[in-house]
């Protein structure tokens, strides 16, 4: 699989003059930078800041840009989380569907709009990222449909993915082969909620679920299931904790009760939310 997206990534290099790699410093988008970085210097790197990417990713950029002498290109989300929160509601409370304005919104604002900015102001004409099939049903079907190699009529470049059909297995052995580093989350293991995770099927699709770099405030995972939101309240607690004062809590509560029970009866009272939090903070593990 290596020396497949090698090859892939050599000969989209010789065709095109602007290369950019998309990089979140998570494991899959590491596993490519450090890949299209042994075929050629000749690249920048595209980094969405969106504010609140996990304490690490932003000491392992600094590191990286660094060592690995690379060019990187930074956007800011043209509105924060909070203000998307507040203007859209919380993602995934509604439904984790693309479909749900708040998930679009988070999506559009954080990711799509500073990228497409990003571009036109680069004139970058060949873009590398870290997508994967198997991360989900959804880029299961897109990478089927569209390829590892496609035009992106939106974003108007030729865009390509060199580890589409890596399983999560083979980004680790593949970092672990070349010691590249990655941010610490990834050790901060929960229960099956682990580095190389475990696979099950998803509308008759192979998919991993392992622990995922990204936004410490997303919440698109909370009908999935708990493993997110206990991974946070474990490692990185104060960042919980603002989550669930700044709405979650009684968010969650509000969908889970129904509007029933003494939580929601007198869940606005500073009081009541501390208690619970404190004492039966599981439950606001998932929806």
């Known amino acids: 699989m290596e020396k497949e997206a090698l090859k892939l990534i050599e000969k989209q290099i010789n065709k095109y003059n602007r290369p950019v790699v998309a990089c979140s410093w998570g494991k899959d988008s590491l596993t490519v930078l450090h890949l299209v970085k ?26 990286l840009e660094k060592e ?8 800011r989300y043209a509105k924060s989380f909070w203000e998307i929160v507040e203007e859209y509601g919380w993602p995934g409370i509604n439904s984790s569907d693309r479909s749900d304005s708040a998930n679009s919104a988070c999506c559009y604002y954080i990711k799509k709009k500073p990228t497409k900015k990003a571009i036109k102001n680069n004139k970058w004409d060949v873009y590398f990222d870290g997508l994967t099939a ?3 049903n959804r880029r299961w079907l897109n990478l089927n449909d569209y390829g590892l190699v496609h035009d992106h009529k939106g974003f108007g470049l030729r ?20 010691n590249i580093p990655y941010p610490d989350l990834y050790d901060k293991e929960v229960d099956n ?24 405030t997303c919440t698109l995972g909370l009908k999935m299931g708990d493993f997110k939101m206990k991974h946070l309240r474990k490692y990185y607690p104060q960042l919980w904790k603002t989550l669930m004062e700044r709405g979650l809590a009684k968010e969650i509560a509000k969908v889970k009760l129904g509007g029933q029970g003494s939580l929601v009866d007198g869940y606005f009272t500073e009081e009541s939310q501390n208690y619970w939090l404190e004492n039966r903070p599981c439950f606001f593990d998932e929806l």
Not at 38 to 55: A, K
Not at 198 to 215: F, L, M, Q, S, W
């Open 38 to 63: 042994r075929v050629t210097d000749n690249f920048d790197v595209l980094w969405n800041n969106t504010g609140v990417h996990y304490p690490s990713v932003y000491k392992l950029k600094k590191r």
């Open 68 to 75: 690995w002498n690379l060019n990187v290109i930074e956007t």
């Open 134 to 136: 198997y991360e989900s």
């Open 159 to 178: 865009k390509v993915h060199p580890v589409g059909f890596w399983r999560v297995n083979d980004i680790w052995d593949y970092i672990e082969k070349h």
């Open 193 to 216: 909620w682990t580095r190389r995770g475990y696979e099950e099927e998803v509308c008759g699709h192979k998919t991993d679920r392992a622990i995922r770099n990204g936004c410490w």
